[in-house]
């Protein structure tokens, strides 16, 4: 019986893989802005829920729960970067980054703007606008309440318009969706 039980929570849990896993790397993509992390960050989060499948599907909502995984997973490897950056840079000097190959340039400003944004501003950001989820979806990704999706998502835009110019903000994070498609694609 137990083996029964075990064949279905790993088809449910393959299902469950196989529809979400591009819709999770995606966002650890526009979260982070490197495809091949966010591929690394998206198969740990789903390794994660695999681990715990048995109340991850009991969950409400599963979905938001992994988004909320990957969310955490891009949190720490930003602030584990953020630290390794301060230790060499106590021991070598500061070299301008490059980019691997062509991009769009409204997609470099967008992800520069982003990159300027706290953390849980550019992920209500990215969550409502680049991956069109409800203000409700948004706040059970993040652990945090609606309001504070409103108010985090307003003031991140009213920052992007600043920095990118009035209309570009919005239009920038959707042409950073549709290369950023692209891009995993490849």
């Known amino acids: 019986m137990s083996t029964v039980v075990d064949d279905t929570a790993a088809a ?28 690394d960050l998206a198969s740990d ?4 829920m695999w681990r715990h499948w ?12 992994a988004r909320g995984v990957v969310a955490n997973l891009v949190r720490s490897r930003i602030r584990s970067a953020v630290r ?13 980054e490059g980019f691997d190959g ?5 997609v470099l400003d967008v ?5 300027r944004l706290p953390f849980r501003r ?3 950001v990215v969550l409502r606008y680049a991956m069109d989820l409800s203000e409700r979806d948004t706040a ?4 945090i309440s609606v309001g504070t999706v409103k108010s985090q998502s307003s003031r991140g835009m009213a920052e992007l318009q600043r920095l990118l110019g009035t209309g570009a903000a919005e239009a920038g994070i959707h042409a950073k969706v549709a290369v950023g498609r692209m891009e995993k694609r490849c």
């Open 12 to 39: 449910e849990f393959h299902a469950f893989f196989e529809r979400h896993y591009a819709e999770l790397s995606t966002l650890a993509y526009l979260l982070t802005g490197e495809a091949d992390t966010a591929d």
């Open 45 to 48: 989060a789903l390794l994660a």
């Open 54 to 65: 048995d109340r991850v599907r009991a969950a409400d909502h599963p979905v938001a729960y």
């Open 84 to 96: 390794e950056r301060r230790r060499i840079s106590l021991f070598w000097s500061q070299r301008p």
């Open 102 to 106: 062509p991009d769009v340039p409204v």
């Open 111 to 115: 992800r520069a703007a982003l990159g």
């Open 122 to 124: 550019r992920a209500c």
């Open 140 to 143: 059970l990704t993040l652990g």
